[in-house]
């Protein structure tokens, strides 16, 4: 810059060139100018998308393939999520057992080490499947009996074997069958030798993974195996049976099937609810707001007891009152329930916001130009009202996705058979050890769900708000 | 600020009446009978029962009744539990959802403004995202869901030490109360954390602040002194509705760890219709609720000089 | 009479998503004890920016002293760590804000407030700090003081409230005051009492006042010497006489010409001149002179080439920052320049 030497023409006046003022962004809606916000908003349109998704789970892939959610598929019961589904066709005659010299068994000093020792080699004797699993295990000197024990978790300690099955009869019985209810699971199976003085021995545990099995008797009456007779050669024999990709609940009804048409009820309710009482609530504080003065007071005064009934007390008390009859869904009740409750809290928004509206100048103006009632509403009340009644419907579905779940959870909701993902929740909590997609599927939807519309809303609040501030 | 709070106890009594009318109607329009459980009854028995519960009056009278009765604080025996009254049960079981509420309380307050000021610190960066990642979880994720997988984890936890560190369900000790206070104030936490982190950053850039840096305030003491007690204010008015989640989240905390405290009992009177046992909780609740909202509001005018000294000076 | 705050060639860049903004660029002024510096322009030409970077009062980052120094009493405050001008400020550096109303915490009592400096920075007891508190409020003639003190700042109002933001920061007898835009939300009546105290509590205790404002009245109210910021840059700068009456940049006679006075409200004719156009992006200042694009007199060295400040009386300290200074120029009416010099009309 010390270096700069001007010239003349330097200082020859500057022609400028003539720029028009061009207007460089297309003048948008509101509508379109909040479209164009959210669409940068990648959070918001995942969620929008995931939205459409779980629609599409719910109600329309249950009508491009069939899905039963009532048929209950007895052979299949608390069936985890997996694509093979094959079953061993099995003899299901009862077990002699196995049973040890009497020299041993019938020893009948009691032995002071005995509570320090265990059973020895305790093991499977024949495959374990679900329609038994057998197991043996050497004798202990001193043993009067064994009690065997089942658990689905690895035994902490002597006083956490789990369920107790039963107990040998003889002491030279060191042999026992389990047929009850077995699932294709991880079993822990704990033996405890019992002496005369009846004192425990410390107990032995054994591992055992139960694969699915179909007694031969039952298979045949079932037609699983079509018109075959021949038993020897079934025998053993793998077959496929239906397929259940998301598992079965406990009852052996497709998870599929209840969570599509759960969502159906879910969904419903969480859309349903919400919309109706936002139309109550936009009539109820448009009027009170643009009516104004006493009327307006009462009105208000009314909306506020109501907000202060505890809701979910009410929800269940609302349930109580209307009761189901049988072969009712529950839903109506429900949304009924939901609608009573939740329409103030919008009125009160959209009356807050008509009465800031009322004041504004081109409200005033509109009116001095001679603008009709209808006008006004229609035309300025309604489309600046919308933005924000539009944000809170947006969260009110999940609170109502919410309200649904947790009623059902506490047996409250929609009446059995009807599926919903909170009533599911409430089926799988039962099972949750041993099976925790019960559980966890509907509450992973209902997770879902709520996260795309809270973040939805998020997006929302953020496009419209920039809008109404008029910044950057 | 005497005014002001003679005025919200007059509409909360007032609301709690409107509760109670409102129980008293919705059970007064059920369809169903509260002694039809009793299926072989005589009909002398039944005229007796009719008789011990009020029934057989005209339903204005029996709102009367009950009215009155609610204003001795009497809310009548059980259906259930013929030699029950439901004031033995609500004094027996609330103590302990009493409890269990204020620890849940505690830590959702705690947690939040800590949880909710150091995401407004660490704006925009990894303990933010971490922190604002759990809340996001939070709010989606029902709270029956946290319960039995906060039960799964203390199992597991008691499994891998070999020894019961926390008991899985139950009450009694402290240990008892720890997971599900945990689990039943987590909700209310993430929503506290949200409030306060927009507080904070709100508070953060507000004129006052650069006042008190220009006035050469150290950071520490704008923070404490002049940042966070502006920032709390929000998060004590919505206290009231805090407690209100917390109370009736309650009952399925209860209900999955299996605490014998009201809101698990009132689960139960629901599921067996004993109908004097839900309206008594119902509207037992509902005072409470109010009262507390009430304690809220008051408690604000105390935090907040704005209002406190607004009121006195007309 | 001693310099109380010197600056030279501070530049504050911003890095922002948008890239890099250059907010203040190569800014060099002085102030006296007992003057007062206006320092002008309109709304985000960096005027605040200048003096809060000194301070350390911008968010840093994204914001960053990329050069120069400030003087404070002869020393350098530039680059100071956080706590090292937290002993400053406050102490020797009084500041006060454009809003009031929110300036103040509005949970805190005001006297506690003003007392909180001289327990920060004196080491007083609360008690003592705030009897202290109590005479500044009387001291800014604010009534019944001590029924004040204990008063919330919502309970002020606008004009009481700026007072005791300047009882708050008198409170440590600072040797500079910096006020930016103190009077802009208050009413008239209630900005000339509060100029007015200012100039007593000045001329009191010869303090330095650095104004920041947009509103040349003010300025011509206040201020000894006058600095007029364009863009990022001081584009003029002397003594008020000289700045207002013989202005020696196109943007300094811009803005006269668009502040209405007394004179032309009588003339029912007359209309304000706004200046065309708005001020240079700053994330890409232009080659030359900033204020080019809007200025009626622009060459054709304007757009190309940066220019100096170039010195017009050496005596009264008076400069611009305009090619039509440089001697080779050929300037264009004469009476532009020196409207003051041939009457006003």
């Known amino acids: ?472 | ?314 | 009479m001693s310099v109380a705050l010197e600056v030279q060639n501070l530049s504050v860049e911003f890095n922002t998503q948008g890239g890099r903004v250059q907010a203040v660029r190569d800014v060099s002024f002085a102030v006296n004890s007992g003057e007062t510096l206006a320092i002008v322009g309109e709304s985000g030409c960096g005027k605040s920016v200048t003096m809060m970077s000194i301070m350390g009062l911008i968010p840093m980052p994204p914001g960053k002293v990329v050069s120069g120094s400030a003087l404070l009493n002869g020393r350098n405050i530039l680059g100071l760590t956080n706590n090292a001008l937290n002993k400053i400020r406050g102490s020797e550096v009084g500041m006060i804000f454009q809003d009031p109303m929110n300036a103040l915490n509005p949970t805190m009592r005001v006297g506690d407030q003003i007392a909180e400096t001289l327990i920060i920075h004196r080491g007083m007891k609360r008690a003592e700090a705030l009897q202290q508190a109590v005479r500044l409020l009387d001291r800014t003639k604010i009534p019944e003081a001590k029924n004040r003190a204990r008063q919330y700042p919502f309970e002020f109002s606008g004009g009481m409230l700026q007072r005791a933001m300047i009882a708050m920061s008198l409170a440590c007898n600072p040797s500079i005051l910096i006020a930016d835009e103190p009077t802009t939300a208050l009413d008239v009546t209630i900005q000339n009492q509060v100029l007015e105290l200012m100039r007593e509590i000045q001329r009191e205790e010869q303090m330095a006042i650095v104004l920041i404002t947009h509103d040349l009245g003010v300025v011509a109210r206040m201020a000894d010497e006058v600095a007029v910021m364009y863009a990022g840059q001081i584009i003029e700068s002397g003594s008020a006489h000289d700045v207002f009456h013989r202005s020696a940049h196109p943007y300094t006679l811009g803005l006269k010409s668009a502040m209405p006075s007394i004179a032309d409200t009588a003339n029912k004719n007359h209309v304000l001149q706004a200046i065309a156009g708005s001020p240079p992006d700053l994330f890409s200042p232009p080659k030359g002179c900033g204020y080019c694009s809007r200025c009626p007199h622009a060459m054709n060295v304007c757009a190309t080439t940066p220019v100096d400040m170039i010195v017009i009386n050496r005596t009264e300290n008076h400069h611009s920052r305009c090619w039509l200074q440089h001697p080779q120029a050929n300037r264009p009416v004469d009476d532009l320049f020196q409207p003051a010099l041939t009457g006003s009309e």
């Not at chain 1, 010390?2 to 003048?27: C, G, M, Q």
């Not at chain 1, 064994?146 to 060191?174: K, M, N, W």
């Open chain 2, 1 to 314: 600020m005497m005014q002001f709070i003679l005025k919200r106890l007059l509409s909360g009594v007032i609301t709690i009446w409107f509760i109670a009318t409102a129980t008293f109607v919705g059970m007064h329009v059920v369809p169903g009978d509260p002694l039809a459980d009793a299926k072989a009854m005589s009909p002398e028995i039944r005229k007796n029962l009719e008789a011990r519960y009020g029934l057989d009056k005209p339903v204005l009278q029996q709102y009367g009744i009950y009215l009155s009765n609610m204003l001795q604080g009497d809310f009548g025996i059980s259906y259930t539990q013929k030699n029950r009254r439901v004031n033995d049960i609500i004094r027996e079981h609330f103590s302990v959802s009493a409890t269990l509420g204020v620890l849940a309380l505690f830590i959702a307050t705690i947690g939040g403004i800590v949880w909710g000021a150091l995401t407004a610190v660490y704006k925009d960066r990894w303990p933010d995202a971490v922190i604002m990642f759990f809340v996001v979880i939070s709010v989606s994720v029902p709270s029956f869901v946290f319960a039995m997988l906060g039960q799964l984890g203390v199992l597991r936890l008691n499994q891998w030490l070999g020894f019961s560190l926390i008991p899985v369900a139950g009450w009694g000790t402290f240990k008892h109360m720890l997971i599900p206070a945990l689990v039943l104030g987590l909700g209310t936490m993430a929503y506290l954390t949200r409030l306060m982190r927009s507080s904070m950053l709100e508070v953060t850039n507000a004129d006052y602040i650069r006042t008190a840096r220009a006035k050469g305030v150290p950071p520490l003491r704008i923070f404490f002194k002049h940042q966070l007690r502006n920032a709390i204010l929000p998060v004590v008015t919505v206290l009231g509705p805090a407690i209100a989640a917390i109370t009736t989240g309650g009952f399925v905390v209860e209900l999955v760890f299996a605490i014998p405290g009201l809101g698990r009992y009132f689960v139960q009177a629901v599921q067996q219709l004993d109908y004097t046992v839900i309206m008594g909780t119902t509207v037992f609740y509902g005072a409470f609720l109010v009262l507390m909202v009430l304690a809220v509001d008051i408690l604000y005018g105390f935090v907040d000089p704005r209002i406190r000294v607004g009121k006195s000076s007309g």
């Open chain 1, 1 to 472: 810059m010390k270096h700069f030497i001007p010239t003349p023409n330097d200082f020859l006046p500057l022609v400028k060139a003539e720029e028009a003022e061009a207007i460089v962004r297309p003048s948008l809606s509101y509508w379109q100018d909040a479209w164009q916000r959210l669409k940068q908003n990648r959070r918001a349109l995942w969620s929008l998308y995931l939205i459409v998704a779980l629609l599409g789970f719910s109600f329309v892939l249950p009508v491009i393939v069939s899905l039963d959610p009532i048929k209950q598929d007895l052979t299949q019961l608390s069936q985890s999520p997996g694509l093979s589904r094959t079953s061993v066709i099995v003899e299901t005659l009862p077990w002699s057992g196995r049973y040890a010299e009497a020299a041993i068994s019938t020893a009948n000093t009691p032995n002071t080490e005995f509570t320090s020792m265990t059973v020895a080699d305790l093991r499977l004797v024949a495959n374990a499947h679900t329609e038994s699993v057998r197991l043996t295990w050497e004798p202990l000197a001193g043993a009067a009996y064994y009690r065997i024990y089942r658990h689905i978790l690895v035994p902490s300690g002597s006083t956490d074997l789990g369920l107790p099955l039963g107990a040998t009869e003889r002491p030279a019985q060191v042999s026992y069958e389990d047929r009850l209810k077995l699932k294709t699971t991880d079993y822990y199976y704990s033996v405890v030798a019992v002496n005369k003085a009846g004192v425990d021995s410390l107990f032995a545990t054994l591992k055992v993974s139960a694969h699915h099995a179909t007694g031969i008797n039952d298979a045949i009456s079932r037609g699983l195996l079509g018109d075959v007779i021949d038993r020897d050669n079934v025998l053993n024999t793998e077959i496929q049976l239906q397929q259940h990709i998301l598992g079965t609940d406990q009852l052996g009804r497709d998870m599929l099937s209840r969570l599509a048409y759960g969502g159906q009820t879910s969904l419903f309710i969480g859309l349903v609810a919400p919309f109706i009482f936002v139309v109550i609530g936009i009539i109820y504080g448009g009027l009170a707001g643009y009516l104004g003065g006493r009327v307006d007071e009462v009105m208000m005064r009314f909306a506020d007891f109501v907000i202060a009934l505890p809701f979910l007390l009410f929800m269940i008390l609302f349930r109580v009152a209307m009761g189901i009859g049988s072969g009712e869904s529950g839903i109506l009740p429900m949304l009924i329930a939901l609608v009573a409750l939740s329409w103030p809290s919008i009125a009160r928004l959209v009356r807050g916001q008509v009465l800031q509206l009322r004041e504004q100048p081109f409200i005033e103006a509109a009116q001095l130009m001679g603008a009709n009632s209808s006008y006004l509403i229609w035309r300025h009340m309604l489309p600046n009202v919308m933005g924000v009644v539009l944000v809170s419907l947006t969260f009110a579905i999940p609170s109502a996705i919410f309200t649904e779940a947790f009623l059902s959870f506490i047996g409250m909701g929609v009446a059995p058979p009807t599926p919903s993902w909170g009533a599911m929740c409430n089926d799988g909590v039962k099972s949750f050890l041993s099976h925790p997609h019960e559980l966890l599927l509907p509450a992973v939807l209902i997770s879902l769900t709520v996260l795309a519309f809270n973040l939805l809303g998020d997006g929302l609040r953020d496009a419209l708000d920039s809008r109404m501030k008029g910044s950057r």
